[in-house]
């Protein structure tokens, strides 16, 4: 094949793909006129186009919680602005979706300035279509489900709002718009790396790999490749936010992350032609997530019951299982706990969170066997797709709030449990070990512990406080979160970001 004809070869697809990126954006002005008019709105030449891409806005979680208070935060503060969520609930209205959103998080939303663009390739993105190499298929996924969305509108600024950070080469190609992001947790960190490294069983590397020295080579293989092309997205972004200092300080070793062997790769044909555009960014930004703390402060901090809380969605690296694992412990090391105690009923966990899908509801079945199986069953109890004022009742009336989590990258339900007046007992790991769970005027304002033994000691030790110390310490948790992880400091945070001057950078 002659020189001439490779060169064909590589630069043909480039040259379609300029070529049609080129028609998306000139046909652009019509797709953006028609979603201004289903507004009622004209398309003037100050109205500017802010796209979210949350494929999942109707799910109620933590996620959901920041996408809806950043767009309530908007339309309060920029007339000219108007949000467009690129969402894969076809299941739901815009009318549904808001609804929902009140009586979820009691977010009011304006509709005038709210556009949503659903997506039908939803299922790209889901873990279910990606049995092997999920991580993986799950970016390229995105990518898709990204370019759908620029097929139907390309906004003035983009935001990724869920972690999908791969999007950011199609939205950059396509759209020729910023690029930022809000980042929960990273796809992949340098944790996860070590720890395939030195073949620890964990949820995103299984016993039959850990126990395999080549499936384990492997597996760092293609961890190592995956973790250099997510870098090179990241550093595409021109503004990240990042919700913890756990997560801060991860992007930040991400972006600065280099592997010399696949740069030399990357500079020969055909790699040579994909150099991503780099914006320089060098370090995220810590923006703590909106917890609407304002109606559980209110709840009283004496006269609490027995109750231990968990409140998260059924999803597998939630580790639930660690929970009924550690609250059978306490029942058998302390089983002065089972019966009542001074007129109080014995101590009960409740289990109140959302279930998606199908592996959510699986996930129920198997906690609430494992639960008969230890022979608790009669004092725990499971509470799925709670309204939000079921939650709050619940958490008015319990003593103590668990989360198992490993390397938890914030833990909204933490920051809710303190200020709801519940003593939080948590991982020692991520954001309730370094931002949330910390001392306040040098006392502590809740428990850590790693294992379900530690968490069954953490849980006795909390059941078991002085009246005054327990009091003392639902008063120190519940100022430190009201303070520190209010709506007010997320919405600061969020617009010293430096999102704005992206958007109006032309102006």
């Known amino acids: 094949m002659s020189a001439t004809l490779l060169l064909?070869?590589?630069?043909a697809p480039w040259l379609l793909l300029f070529v049609y990126s080129r028609w998306l954006r000139s046909?652009?002005?019509?797709?953006?006129?028609?979603?201004?008019?289903?507004?009622?709105?004209?398309?003037?030449?100050?109205?500017?186009?802010?796209?979210?891409?949350?494929?999942?806005?109707?799910?109620g979680g933590g996620g959901e919680r920041v996408l809806w208070t950043a767009i309530a935060?908007?339309?309060?503060?920029?007339?000219?602005?108007?949000?467009?969520v690129y969402s894969g609930d076809t299941d739901a209205s815009k009318s549904e979706i808001i609804a929902k959103v009140k009586a979820r998080f009691d977010i009011t939303l304006d509709p005038s300035t709210l556009h949503f663009v659903f997506l039908d390739s939803r299922r790209m993105v889901e873990d279910s279509t990606w049995p092997r190499f999920t991580m993986?298929?799950?970016?390229?996924?995105?990518?898709?489900?990204?370019?759908e969305a620029m097929s139907k509108l390309i906004p003035d600024l983009y935001i990724d709002s869920m972690g999908y950070a791969f999007t950011f080469h199609v939205v950059s190609f396509l759209g020729r718009i910023p690029v930022g992001a809000y980042v929960h947790y990273p796809t992949i960190s340098t944790d996860m790396l070590a720890r395939v490294k030195s073949r620890k069983a964990w949820h995103t590397n299984t016993s039959a790999v850990s126990s395999s020295a080549a499936l384990s080579k492997g597996k760092l293989s293609y961890y190592r490749i995956f973790m250099y092309h997510y870098a090179r997205s990241l550093r595409m972004a021109s503004f990240l936010m990042a919700n913890s200092s756990w997560t801060k300080n991860h992007v930040d070793t991400i972006l600065q992350y280099s592997d010399p062997l696949l740069e030399a790769l990357h500079s020969l044909p055909p790699l040579l032609f994909w150099r991503p555009y780099n914006a320089g960014l060098t370090a995220a930004q810590i923006v703590y997530p909106p917890c609407d703390t304002r109606e559980m402060a209110q709840f009283a901090l004496e006269g609490?019951?027995?109750?231990?809380?968990?409140?998260?969605?059924?999803?597998?690296?939630?580790d639930h299982a660690a929970q009924v694992q550690a609250f059978a412990c306490l029942l058998k090391s302390h089983p002065e706990h089972v019966a009542a105690q001074n007129g109080a009923a014995g101590v009960k966990l409740v289990l109140l969170g959302g279930s998606r899908n199908k592996e959510d509801a699986a996930r129920v079945d198997s906690l609430r066997q494992l639960a008969k199986e230890l022979g608790i069953e009669n004092h725990v109890q499971f509470i799925v797709n709670a309204p939000f004022p079921d939650m709050l009742r619940?958490?008015?009336?319990?003593?103590?709030?668990?989360?198992?989590?490993?390397?938890?990258?914030?833990?909204?339900?933490?920051?809710?449990?303190?200020a709801a007046g519940v003593i939080p007992v948590v991982h020692a790991s991520g954001g309730p070990l370094q931002d949330i769970v910390v001392p306040f005027d040098g006392e502590p304002t809740g428990y850590h512990a790693q294992t379900p033994k530690s968490f069954a000691e953490a849980l006795h030790a909390a059941l078991t406080l002085s009246p005054a110390d327990d009091l003392a310490m639902r008063r120190r948790a519940r100022t430190w979160a009201v303070q520190r992880f209010s709506e007010e400091e997320f919405e600061r945070g969020w617009q010293a970001s430096g999102w704005r001057a992206w958007l109006f950078r032309d102006k």
């Open 8 to 11: 064909v070869t590589f630069l």
């Open 27 to 59: 046909t652009n002005r019509q797709r953006r006129s028609l979603a201004l008019a289903s507004l009622g709105l004209a398309d003037n030449p100050t109205t500017r186009l802010v796209g979210f891409f949350h494929p999942y806005c109707n799910a």
């Open 73 to 84: 935060a908007l339309q309060r503060t920029e007339t000219d602005v108007v949000s467009v």
């Open 136 to 147: 993986l298929g799950q970016s390229l996924g995105s990518m898709y489900l990204a370019w």
């Open 304 to 318: 609490r019951e027995r109750i231990i809380m968990s409140v998260a969605q059924f999803r597998p690296e939630k």
């Open 394 to 418: 619940w958490l008015s009336r319990a003593s103590i709030g668990m989360n198992t989590m490993v390397d938890e990258h914030f833990g909204i339900n933490v920051v809710e449990y303190m």
